[in-house]
């Protein structure tokens, strides 16, 4: 599975952005698909997942309600929505699959199998 994030940029503090990831090589629904995101100097961190193809997403409590995830099984491809952006949502962003993970491992980036190159977010204040 080959995983191509894209969407990132410079906004100001308040701004919105929308991310992408688009997989390639074979990501069947029952797949888990994540957003982690690394800030400079931090470890990475969870952000959102779809569990097992589910039709629900999953958030950090950083981002919920700012953040939106959504799914598209059919082209392969997993968005992420942000809004009311803050500098602390700097970031490079990545998206991951995972194959085989229980429902209390989707916070662990160890868990997953596949990622993407990432995409990098910065907020100015």
């Known amino acids: 599975v080959q995983l191509q994030a894209s969407g990132g940029g410079f906004v100001q503090a308040g701004d919105s952005l929308r991310l992408s990831c688009a997989a390639s090589g074979g990501t069947p629904s029952r797949d888990t698909m994540a957003w982690f995101r690394r800030a400079p100097g931090k470890e990475r961190e969870f952000v959102s997942a779809?569990?097992?193809?589910?039709?629900?997403?999953h958030y950090a409590s950083s981002v919920k309600g700012r953040f939106t995830a959504s799914r598209d099984n059919a082209k392969n491809a997993m968005y992420l929505q942000m809004t009311s952006l803050k500098p602390e949502d700097t970031a490079v962003y990545y998206c991951?699959?995972?194959?085989?993970?229980?429902?209390?491992?989707?916070?662990?980036?160890?868990?997953?199998?596949?990622w993407g190159q990432g995409t990098q977010v910065t907020v100015s204040s």
């Open positions: 991951a699959v995972g194959r085989r993970l229980i429902l209390s491992s989707i916070g662990n980036e160890d868990a997953y199998d596949y």
């Open positions: 779809f569990f097992r193809g589910g039709s629900s997403a």
